[in-house]
């Protein structure tokens, strides 16, 4: 009888242990695939839209400055607003370029900061 006490004794703490270490794995994959990897997606087009700017794009910065670029240099665009006045703006300002439509809901990430799918 103490024979399968000491068993079952020793038995439970690597069983626990088992299951803790598979519960952690289980939340490192739930944040990877539903934190992670989705602000990567967003990230990397963002970067994409911003290096694909061109001459005659509008653009919309994360200021909320809407404009149609004049000129495109390495790190930064020269944008023409409203009454012809051109403003020097980084490239990393712009949110949103001609191609994406602004909807409520892509206003509302904007104006939190985030960038729209």
Known sequence: MNNSI?????????????MNILFIVAMIAI?????????????????EMRSNIKKGDAVITIGG???????????????????GVKLKVEKSAVSLD???QLTDETAEQVAMGNTPK
Do not use: C, D
């Not at 000491?6 to 088992?18: H, N, S, T, V």
């Not at 695939?33 to 997606?41: L, S, V």
């Open 6 to 18: 000491i068993f079952l004794e020793g038995q439970a703490p690597g069983g626990m242990g088992g």
């Open 98 to 100: 001609s191609s994406t």
């Open 31 to 47: 944040f990877y695939f539903f934190m992670i990897r989705p602000q990567n997606k967003k990230r990397k087009q963002l970067q």
């Open 65 to 83: 400055i809407h404009g149609k670029v004049a000129e495109v240099k390495e790190t930064n665009i020269i944008l023409q607003v409203e009454g």
